[in-house]
């Protein structure tokens, strides 16, 4: 310290500590005039006392001037020093740099300027020190007084120039500092990052291309800024880094798409879009590259679809046709299972578009790589199921395309009609308000006849009665309505003379069982008038219950319908299609008389033609095969027929209808019913009964006479 002391005028190092700037200045240039003798003389050790002596004396002093004082004499120093100035930079900088973040801001400011003189002189050899100077030129960009902001601005321009004309500046060392600072949220941080981002990018020897990656989520963070200026700067350098990668045949596509990925859900619509955009072009670039990530992208792409700006839509779009267009195997990394988790996933989008692309990808999956979809199928399957609750009907038929692919293997379709009994049997509201379309569609899909066979043998053995009885119903009125099934109903129109029909006609009866009035209609459909007969007349008063009527009425109505057309024609003939007309009697027997249904069929029987059935016809027709006539047909077509065991049928449904009516009569019994529904049912029940009107049977010479309705007896 002595030794330093003597060396330098006592004046000069009062005045260096003087509160003028005036009186600072010159003192610091008589100091620059003494370190150039000592440079010139290759006095290094006087330097370096002195060096010292302004470090600990005065630029560490509590005193505020004498910081000032300090700061402007190592600058002069330096100045003094010249091209030797190298040499002594350790000393230098660093309390230049420890006064950057000195309470006092005319002290920060100060180092500023110090620091710009100094970096004047050594130029190039001042890179060695550029992280620390970066770091600290990064916080005063964001100083609360404005002349230092000033100050740093004029500093860091020189720091830009000096580092573009380096050779000794190093990126690698640079990045890390660079990526830990861009999660700072002020916008003078911000653009100062983007800055040298910007100055660096445009240095022909310096990639910044290949640490992308590393500021790339930096830099898609600012396109939300609150500042227009700092959102423009980000998307001009993005801008810039996009049109690097279309010209560059090396770029790791991988870790920027993991990043666009977790942007292309950002809330900011400016970022989505951006991202999106740039997901697009790496998926065009990239292609075989991005087979690792397509799940990931994929992920980014189906909710943007959906998303409320029009033109993220469009390049999300574009960008699903791209990427569905690109053929990729597993041998490849191409992650099927990846895939087909976000497409299931999406499956629950709330955007209808996203959900019908995200079957769209499983559809073409099953096409290309059928076999490992199919090995994930248990997943899969559930998913797909919950997806026929969709509310869009587009979506549920494109989900039955999605079943029938898959059901093309016998044993999956097994188990998809099982998964749709047991869904429809857990969701009665979905059998009501889609179970007619699903089934129409997979009719279409699938072969009618093979679904209804498969429907027919599932519920055939079903335990829950009551769904079973309702699912019966459902089928039955789809068969009976749906112009989808107009071959399967022919086919079962012909149960009486084709061994296929016949066939059909068995499968479909034994759960058909479930529902009086379905097995009705599908003999009425079959055109087994005598077995209708004998099943209305196998009912006993308990089973004549409310959804019994509900279900007679819609036969009734249906019979008025065109499919049951060739019946009324029949009805043309009385005598030819006698058990005919005794089953409508008996179905009118069976209506209370003041409902609609009941008028609409006694209406249609008074339009029948007069019939008189003698003692001796009755006794003929009830002895003789009721099918004669349609057996005629069939020997004259030359077709082999075997007659249908008739009596085991009846059988059968009399011993499903007892299992129905002790079901019915231990819900009955169960507390969970309400005394109030069993009431209801009772009072239904005992109003039907006494309303059933009786037939008009009078006694004839020759037999008993069935008298239609208005007609006169003969």
Not at 118 to 143: E, M, P, Q, T
Not at 277 to 303: C, D, H, M, S
Not at 405 to 427: G, N, S, T
Not at 586 to 603: E, V, Y
Request: glycine fraction near 4%.
């Amino acid at each position: 310290m002595a030794d330093a002391l003597s060396l330098i005028p006592a004046n000069v190092f009062r005045n260096l500590a003087d509160k003028l700037y005036e009186k600072r200045k010159n003192a610091a240039l008589e100091i620059e005039g003494i370190i150039k003798q000592f440079a010139l003389s290759g006095e290094h050790d006087k330097i370096s006392a002195v060096i010292n002596l302004l470090t600990s004396e005065f630029a560490g002093s509590p005193q505020a001037n004498h910081r000032k004082g300090g700061l402007i004499g190592l600058a002069a120093a330096t100045v003094g020093l010249g091209t030797d100035a190298a040499q002594h930079l350790e000393k230098i900088v660093p309390p230049v740099l420890k006064s950057f973040v000195d309470q006092d801001s005319r002290v920060r400011y100060y180092a500023c300027e110090a620091l710009y003189n100094i970096a004047k002189v050594v130029r190039g050899d001042f890179i060695v020190f550029f992280n620390k100077i970066f770091d600290a030129l990064c916080k005063l960009s964001a100083d609360s007084d404005p002349s230092v902001q000033s100050a740093a601005h004029l500093l860091d321009r020189l720091i830009k120039d000096i580092v573009t004309e380096s050779d000794q500046f190093s990126i690698e060392e640079f990045i890390p500092l660079l990526r830990e600072r861009m999660n700072v949220l002020n916008p003078y941080v911000r653009q100062f990052l983007v800055g040298w981002i910007t100055v660096l990018d445009s240095v022909p020897d310096i990639d910044m291309l290949g640490f992308l990656p590393d500021f790339l989520d930096g830099l898609f963070n600012m396109l939300s800024d609150s500042s227009h200026e700092i959102r423009q700067q980000a998307d001009s350098a993005l801008s810039e880094f996009l049109q690097e990668i279309k010209n560059s045949p090396n770029v790791d596509y991988g870790r920027m798409a993991e990043i666009l990925v977790q942007r292309a859900s950002s809330p900011d619509e400016f970022t989505r879009l951006t991202a999106i955009t740039w997901i697009n072009e790496f998926v065009k670039l990239g292609r075989e590259q991005l087979v690792p990530y397509y799940a990931e992208i994929l992920g980014a792409i189906l909710p943007c679809i959906s998303d409320k700006e029009e033109k993220i839509r469009v390049v999300a779009r574009e960008t699903n046709e791209e990427l569905r267009g690109i053929h990729a195997n597993p041998a490849d990394g191409f992650n099927i299972d990846a895939i087909l988790s976000i497409a299931r996933r999406e499956l629950t989008n709330e955007w209808e578009a996203t959900r019908i692309e995200a079957l769209q990808w499983i559809s073409k999956l099953l096409v290309r790589h059928r076999n490992e979809v199919i090995s994930y199928l248990n997943c899969t399957f559930d998913s797909l199921m919950n997806a026929l609750s969709d509310s869009s009907n587009r979506v549920v038929l494109l989900v039955l395309e999605v079943h029938a692919c898959i059901a093309e293997d016998p044993q999956h379709f097994c188990r998809l009609i099982e998964l749709l009994v047991r869904k429809f049997q857990r969701d009665r509201a979905l059998l009501e308000r889609r179970g007619a379309l699903i089934v129409r569609r997979l009719c279409v899909l699938l072969d009618a006849e093979r679904v209804y066979r498969q429907f027919s043998l599932n519920l055939e053995h079903e335990t829950d009665l009551g769904f079973a009885s309702v699912m019966v119903q459902a089928l039955n009125l789809i068969l009976l309505t749906s112009s989808e099934l107009a071959d399967l109903r022919a086919l079962v129109k012909q149960s009486l003379v084709n061994s296929s029909g016949k066939d059909l006609f068995i499968s479909l009866y034994s759960s058909w069982c479930h529902s009086p009035m379905a097995t009705i209609s599908l003999c009425l459909l079959a055109q087994a008038y005598n077995h209708a007969s004998s099943v209305i007349q196998s009912l006993c008063e308990e089973d004549i219950n409310a959804k019994f009527l509900v279900q007679l009425d819609k036969l009734i109505r249906l019979l008025e319908t065109p499919i049951f057309a060739y019946i009324r024609l029949q009805l043309l003939e009385p005598g030819k299609h006698t058990w005919l007309l005794k089953t409508l009697y008996g179905l009118l027997m069976l209506l209370p008389q003041q409902s609609a249904a009941f008028k609409i069929l006694r209406t249609r029987l008074k339009t029948v033609p007069s019939y008189t059935l003698g003692a001796e016809q009755l006794k003929r027709t009830s002895s003789e095969n009721p099918y004669s006539q349609i057996l005629q047909v069939t020997e004259d077509s030359r077709t082999q027929y075997t007659t249908i065991d008739f009596q085991s049928k009846l059988q059968k449904f009399e011993q499903m209808q007892h299992r129905h009516r002790l079901h019915s009569r231990s819900q009955l019994q169960s507390p969970n019913l309400s005394s109030s529904t069993m009431s209801q049912e009772i009072q239904i029940s005992e109003e039907s009964r006494e309303s059933s009107p009786q037939p008009e049977i009078m006694q004839h010479p020759s037999g008993p006479t069935w008298n239609v309705p208005g007609q006169l007896r003969t």
